[in-house]
């Protein structure tokens, strides 16, 4: 397990490298630079151009490449051109928010799609199945800001039960909070405040896992041995809990190391609707200002963030199914 | 949007593990296989007919503004979706999106094929060092979230549509490039392979008069699914302001804006969201049951 | 079956845990006003590690002790020589206090300094206000306010509006309470930008980023930054100007439109400020539970023509072009009246304002013959104007993060493309947009102007030829001379006279062609009372304001 893990971690190596090279690449072909967005409408070009001198964006852009890799090696992302903090602090103030928002829409997606797909799979063809379908085929062919804002105008505005933007206290704060003091208050506020973004992110995601729960589910049910213990006369349930469901799980579980990827991306619009406080704005808001370091700094955090998820998947998947490992 | 290109890829290894079903089910299957093929079908018919013959099926001119008009409803003075903010008749106007939502679909999923079945090809056929270095690229391309990479590329390329499809295309190829990549890599050991290898065809003869119409197949099941992703993608670019350039106008393009007035004109956003939706899950339904069908006859060989 | 009853027992287990951990608690919100004795019981044996959250209560039932307001962007840098962003500026409005503070009708008012003269047209000299201290205790003093425009006018500080500063030659404290500003040149509109707020020295000069912790002498102190969160202040309870009316304010950042007025009818904010949408004004208009007040802004919309463009240096051809531009049915139907149909770059909350200079009526006719006379007709019957053999074409450039301009855009290539000009529509990101601008590489750029306190801001940098704001590269002598002039002449009567002339000019030239003057709107909850919209778009309103409900 430990060369396992000491290999992937090699293989992420030139992957980062070379996300480093593309990003740096890719935001000094947009055209404008962070002295100019910085300074603002009213400079004169003497000023812009003094800025980018301190700024270091009039060397050659093969030394600023060489900069930007002599201060990753070092472990410094460098400062926020905009906000004048460090890029790893903004990373650690808006990440959490973020990853909160993904695992609570991946909850939701799971708890949707796992009795939808298990139901829709042993109830082939009924009109359970049919309208499990369509909502899968559904979710995936919706626009995520589309629904957002659907869902602020239904459950904030008219019925006023959600807050309609923004982020409470962080959930785990919270929590402690509510023990420490016996008030249900905080971790209720976190919670509101979770549940339309994380619907909205995690829509997406549950109409994709429950196909993947359906698909994996009828073939299990298909097996052999699961038709032999029918036919022993084992009580259904017990056969769907037992043998098929334990067995389609692993593929799921895949599906949803990626989509936990995916909920990153999908991240960037939800928390432009809701206001929230995460790396899909910031990230956002950096290119749009042109705010270099922390551009990079984020994508970075984003791609290690996508490799980790990945290396946990695949040692869960290991150790779901033991025939892997011996392979 | 992005999120379901991984999807396929998975299912479709899924696909290739899947054990002959039986008689009954397999009778069932395809009856309901079909059924997805015929009204994912028909729905892609009428869509492309609707694009093809736009200036015929709409009842305005979608340029025309009356600004006296404004934010009509629906049947109002003889618009059957209502108007616009400009007064411009929205049925028009989405029947004409018809043209630019499946371009932006159909050119920016080519594109994506182009590149991801020449380098899956490469990768799979010769291995080893050129097909490392293709995988690190697929693997670099892939620890981005996708729309954020779309983002940056049609801010580094500029608006319009052209430049839209270029960056959809340059996002979405690395599904198809691992799915060809594992179809060759199994191919290539197949007798057929090896004859024709014996008899002395070289590498551009096999890879592409043997290898690749054999795996044609997922290849279209997975790019028909592929249009829909780049069709809601294009309207999220839209929603960030990264979209197509005025006059033109996609169904995405539409309702973003549309979104601006959803309190108090909420058919400007209702009516191309529901041309989107219906137009992915037409694209969707096509490609699950071709994938299902070619999948049972590959199985029957 | 054996192992799934154990699980089944824990699960019982632990659910009977839940039930009785919950069972327990309470359900308070510690900062509402209901917040009795419950709470107090539940926390008061833990006050030392809740102190923050549970200690913040009102003084009276009746007045909520919070505004919350909604802000479309975060907030940069919060220090006052610096920021740029109108967030951030909302931020040192209620943090800091500048020497003076501009009035509704934009006249200075005392602030930090409370008096001004002038022994000569190079000297100005101002009476601090005693006894006022920076939110950390420290008394304010001259040094301050000379450090402050000592570091601005520093060229490796890199403030942003240095430019407006520039005719400073120094600063001198005379004493205490008195400092001195020597000019190099008469400068009429200094007064005006003397409300950038001053700074403490000692915070500034141990190195402290004044940046993310602004510490200023104003109404309300900052007291947490969670960033594209929120902001919170606390009311400055020895506030010179008076303890402020309500304890708290937090800028809540909501970056999309719709959802920052839905916020607002759903109650869980109370105020918001342009941008809006314009579609939305008028549905919380009809609601009553919401106040909506409108007053003219201090900036205008309008189309730069590039006049170093082959087709466009040519006046009759942009005079032909104004005429195509309905400034009604842009103030009507895209802004809904929040913005106001415009007409010259004097604005009307400006003292130099005059109804009288005007930019050209919409009459296709007149642009037709104007075109004729410029040579361009359409010979090949195409529907589009040609000279030469070359059609007569134009790209029309805006910024995507605003969507009324877009649909400006979109609308006026309508309107040109139907009156024979060949028109393309380019929206591209601010950055992009405006280096496109600074190159001079664009033809007809649609763009607004900010914070024009006076004519001088309105005008000096924009028609000006040395000037680097000057995109369209637009060049007129006599304009130069009068620019220049209403800079030394100190008094009102005479420069209303001079910027008049040179507004007559520009306008007549379509060097610009001024479409709207901006509208501020603020949209509040009705309990809020107290607040006085200003044209600057200022927030310093609010520490006059409360909610009783």
């Known amino acids: 397990m430990m060369t396992f893990v000491g290999k992937r971690i090699l293989h992420l190596i030139p992957v980062l490298l070379g996300i480093s090279i593309l990003v740096f690449f890719l935001l000094h072909l947009i055209p404008g630079d962070p002295a100019m967005t910085l300074l603002g409408q009213e400079a004169t070009p003497e000023e812009i151009n003094r800025l980018r001198e301190v700024l270091g964006l009039n060397e050659p852009l093969y030394i600023q490449l060489l900069v930007f890799l002599k201060n990753l090696a070092l472990g410094d992302l460098g400062t926020s051109i905009f906000q004048d903090v460090s890029v790893l602090s903004l990373i650690l103030t808006h990440l959490p928010a973020t990853l909160e928002l993904a695992t609570l829409a991946l909850l939701i997606a799971l708890l949707i799609a796992i009795p939808l797909g298990i139901v829709s799979a042993v ?60 008030n249900l208050f905080y971790i209720i506020d976190s919670l509101k405040h979770l549940i339309l973004p994380a619907l909205t992110l995690g829509v997406m995601s549950a109409a994709i896992i429950t196909r993947m729960v359906r698909s994996s589910m ?56 809701f206001g929230w406080p995460g790396i899909g704005r910031l990230i956002i808001t950096a290119i749009s200002q042109r705010d270099f370091p922390v551009v990079q700094g984020c994508v970075l955090a984003i791609a290690l963030l996508f490799a980790f998820i990945n290396l946990i998947v695949d040692i869960l998947y290991a150790v779901i199914n033991p025939k892997i490992k011996s392979n | 949007m992005e999120y379901n290109t991984e999807i396929i890829n998975q299912t479709e290894i899924e696909i290739v593990n899947k054990k002959e ?11 309901s296989n079909s059924k997805s093929v015929l009204i994912g079908g028909v729905i892609v018919l009428i869509i492309i007919i609707c694009a093809l013959f736009a200036p015929v099926i709409s009842t305005h001119d979608p340029y025309e503004m009356q600004m006296s008009d404004r934010l009509l409803e629906p049947m109002e003075k003889g618009h059957l979706l209502g108007t616009d903010h400009y007064g411009r008749d929205l049925f028009s106007r989405i ?73 959809l295309g340059l996002v979405y190829w690395t599904n198809y490039a691992r799915i060809v990549r594992a179809n060759v890599m199994s191919l290539k050991e197949e007798e057929f392979i090896q004859a024709a290898r014996t008899i002395g065809s070289n590498d551009f003869r096999i890879i592409f008069f043997n290898i690749l119409p054999n795996c044609l197949a997922p290849i279209i099941v997975v790019g028909t699914l592929g249009i829909g992703i780049a069709i809601v993608a294009e309207a999220t670019l839209s929603f960030l302001g990264l979209g197509i350039q005025p006059p033109e106008s996609s169904w995405g393009w539409t309702l973003a804006f549309g979104m601006k007035f959803i309190r108090d004109a909420p058919h400007l956003s209702i009516y191309p969201g529901l041309a989107i939706m219906i137009t992915v899950l037409g694209f969707n339904l096509l490609g699950d049951g071709v994938r299902d069908l070619t999948d049972s006859k590959l199985k029957r060989k | ?138 008394p304010f003093t001259a040094e301050d306010v000379k450090y402050t425009f000592d570091t601005i006018l520093d060229p490796d500080f890199k403030a942003p509006y240095a430019s407006l500063y520039k005719p400073i030659d120094s600063v001198e404290v005379i004493d205490e309470t008195h400092v001195q500003f020597n000019l190099k040149e008469p400068y009429a509109p200094l007064l005006t930008y003397l409300d950038v707020g001053i700074i403490p020295k000692h915070v500034a000069e141990k190195g402290d980023s004044l ?68 579609q939305d004004i008028s549905r919380i208009k009809a609601n009553k539970d919401f106040k909506v007040v409108e007053t003219q802004g201090l900036g205008f919309t309008y189309l730069n023509f590039n006049t170093e463009h082959e087709i466009l ?51 296709k006719e007149k642009a037709k013959k104007l075109f004729a006379d410029a040579g361009w007709t359409d010979t090949n019957n195409d529907g589009v104007l040609d000279k030469n053999g070359k059609n007569l074409s134009i790209t029309l450039s805006t910024h995507s993060e605003d969507p009324n301009r877009i649909q ?103 060097a610009y062609d001024v479409l709207l003057y901006q509208g501020y709107i603020a949209m509040y909850n009705k309990d809020l009372q107290g607040f006085d919209i200003h044209p600057t778009g200022s927030l310093y309103g609010l520490k006059d304001a409360k909610i009783t409900k």
Request: glycine content about 8%.
């Open chain 3, 1 to 138: 079956m054996k192992k799934r009853n154990i699980f089944s027992k824990w699960l019982l287990c632990l659910g009977l845990l839940v039930l009785i951990v919950v069972a327990g608690c309470s359900y308070e919100d510690p900062e509402s006003e209901s917040a009795g004795s419950n709470s107090d019981q539940n926390e008061g044996e833990e006050a030392g590690s809740d102190n923050s959250t549970s200690n913040s209560k009102s003084s009276s039932n009746s007045v909520a002790n919070k505004i919350n307001v909604g802000l479309d962007v975060d907030a940069g840098t919060m220090d006052p020589r610096l920021s740029r962003d109108t967030s951030a500026k909302r931020v040192v409005e209620i943090v800091y206090d500048g020497l003076i503070r501009l009035n509704a009708n934009l006249e200075p008012q005392p602030s930090l300094a409370t008096d001004w003269e002038n022994p000569d047209a190079t000297t100005w000299i101002f009476t601090l206000r005693e006894g006022v201290t920076f939110h950390d205790g420290e």
């Open chain 3, 313 to 363: 240096s040519d006046v009759k051809v942009r005079q032909g072009i104004a005429h195509l531009i309905n400034k009604e049915v842009i103030s009507e139907d895209i802004y809904q009246n929040m913005d106001k149909p415009g007409k010259s770059p004097l604005i009307p909350a400006s003292w130099a304002y005059s109804d009288e200079i005007t930019g050209f009526e919409f009459d």
């Open chain 1, 123 to 182: 109830k082939q063809f009924s009109w359970v199945d049919y309208v499990s379908m369509f909502f899968a085929q559904l979710g995936v062919s919706m626009p995520v800001f589309w629904l957002g804002v659907l869902l602020i105008i239904g459950f904030s505005v008219n019925l006023n039960i959600f807050p309609s933007f923004g982020r409470g206290e962080p959930l785990v704060e919270s929590i402690l909070m509510t023990i420490q003091s016996g």
């Open chain 3, 211 to 278: 940046s993310s912790n602004p510490i200023g002498t104003g109404p309300y102190k900052m007291i947490e930054w969670k960033k594209n969160s929120k902001i919170t202040f606390e009311a400055n309870k020895e506030y010179w100007g008076g303890e402020p009316t309500t304890g708290k304010i937090v800028y809540n950042i909501i970056p999309d439109n719709t959802t920052r007025v839905a916020a607002l009818e759903s109650g869980d904010i109370d105020f918001v400020h342009s941008p809006l949408s314009p």
């Open chain 1, 218 to 273: 009828l073939e299990i049910l298909n097996e052999d041995y699961v038709r032999t213990a029918e036919a022993k006369g084992v009580r259904s349930f017990w056969i769907i809990m037992k043998h098929a469901f334990r067995n389609a799980l692993i593929p799921v579980i895949t599906i949803v190391g990626l989509q936990f990827g995916n909920l990153m991306g999908g991240a960037i619009v939800t928390e432009t609707v």
């Open chain 2, 21 to 31: 079903p039986g008689r009954v089910r397999k009778f069932f299957s395809f009856i």
């Open chain 3, 408 to 510: 400006i855009v979109e609308y006026l290539q309508n309107v040109f493309t139907n009156n024979g000009i060949e028109t393309e529509v380019l929206t591209n990101e601010w950055p992009t947009f405006s280096t496109s601008l600074m190159e001079g590489n664009f033809d007809i750029g649609l763009v607004g102007w900010l914070n024009l306190v006076g004519p001088d801001r309105s005008m000096y940098n924009q028609f000006h030829s040395e000037s680097g704001s000057n995109y369209g590269g637009y060049d007129n002598a006599r304009v130069d001379e009068l620019l220049e002039e209403g800079r030394r002449v100190l008094d009102q009567s005479k420069r209303t006279e001079i910027y008049q002339e040179a507004a007559q000019i520009v306008t007549e030239e379509v």
């Open chain 2, 95 to 167: 029947v004409y999106g018809a043209r630019v939502s499946l371009k932006v679909g159909m050119v920016s999923v080519s594109l994506s094929l182009l590149i991801g079945v020449i380098l899956g090809l490469v990768a799979g056929y010769y291995g080893g060092w050129l097909d490392s270095i293709i995988m690190r690229i697929v693997d670099i391309v892939l620890s981005f979230p996708v729309l954020l990479l779309a983002i940056a590329l049609v801010a580094a390329l500029g608006p319009g549509i052209e430049n839209v499809i270029i960056a």
